[in-house]
């Protein structure tokens, strides 16, 4: 159906399973807004707005307060500094390993849609190597 359609329809059974182990959520701007300003009141740490989204939409779809719950940041908050500055009166300074950041060329590797090519393309990464 979606080669023809361009779209499918999944079953309820399919999406009760699914539903069992994976959840989804959407955090809007105002959210984001607010989990910077929440988690610099309440820890000290400047994030960015990417990390405040993932960190929303832990909290959201988190079934058992009793489970810990691991976020990773996504980027330093100075990469974002309007946003931060927005949500908590302060912006973030780029390290000084980062000065250069803005003026980086951006870099994008394209690889084939295969497993192999991916652990590839790691493997020579963490190996310092050019595959």
Same mark, same amino acid.
């Given at each position: ?16 399973? %699914? ?7 959407? !955090?809007?701007?105002?959210? #984001?807004? &607010?989990?910077? *300003? /929440? ?6 740490? %400047? ?7 993932? !960190?929303?939409?832990?909290? #959201?779809? &988190?079934?058992? *307060? /009793? ?20 949500? #908590? ?43």
């Amino acid at each position: 159906q979606f080669r023809s359609d361009g779209d499918f329809t999944l079953g309820t059974d399919v999406m009760a399973q %699914l539903r069992e182990h994976w959840s989804g959520e959407r !955090i809007d701007d105002e959210q #984001t807004t &607010r989990i910077i *300003a /929440s988690t610099w009141e309440h820890s000290g740490v %400047l994030i960015d707005p990417h990390t405040a989204v993932g !960190i929303g939409a832990a909290v #959201t779809c &988190r079934r058992d *307060a /009793s489970v810990p719950v691991v976020c990773l940041a996504t980027a330093h908050p100075a990469k974002f500094p309007d946003a931060v500055e927005a949500a #908590t009166g302060i912006r973030p300074e780029l390290p000084p390993r980062l000065d250069d950041l803005f003026e980086r060329p951006e870099r994008c590797t394209v690889l084939p849609n295969s497993i192999a090519a991916l652990e590839g393309h790691i493997d020579a990464a963490l190996l310092g190597v050019t595959p």
